[in-house]
């Protein structure tokens, strides 16, 4: 049993920067591949990034990628998303997302029906 905790979202400027953190209860951590979700007001929910259990193997949606930084620290069980140069189109909730991966090198494919644990999400709004 995983439980998914994220904060840090907020309100800031265009070209400015967040980071979000997700904090993780459960023992068993280390053996889930980490993601971000986001959800704008009138849009689907969509995939932001993940990182592999071991945290060596990080993907992104185009959309972030060279803005966006996922990490993960497993001694204290979070995962955080750096954001910079924000643009008014990252606003949105941003969920905390984790599916199994045990002991393999297999990265499971991080699509929202397919994840096995989510936070209740942190609110980023970019004003222009």
């Known amino acids: 049993q995983v439980q998914l905790v994220e904060s840090g979202g907020g309100l800031v400027q265009a070209g400015g920067s967040l980071r979000l953190s997700c904090a993780a209860s459960?023992?068993?951590?280390?053996?889930?591949?980490m993601g971000w979700f986001r959800q704008a007001p009138g849009k689907e929910r969509e995939f932001v990034a993940r990182?592999?259990?071991?945290?060596?193997?990080?993907y992104y949606a185009d959309a972030v990628k060279g803005r966006f930084t996922i990490s993960r620290d497993l001694a204290r069980n979070t995962v955080a998303l750096q954001m910079n140069s924000l643009k008014p189109e990252d606003t949105a909730v941003y969920y905390c997302?984790?599916?199994?991966?045990?002991?393999?090198?297999?990265?499971?494919?991080?699509?929202?029906?397919?994840?096995?644990?989510w936070g209740k999400g942190t609110l980023v709004t970019v004003s222009s």
């Open positions: 997302a984790a599916a199994f991966q045990g002991l393999t090198n297999t990265i499971p494919t991080f699509i929202w029906g397919r994840m096995d644990y």
């Open positions: 459960g023992r068993s951590f280390s053996n889930y591949a």
């Open positions: 990182i592999s259990r071991s945290g060596t193997n990080t």
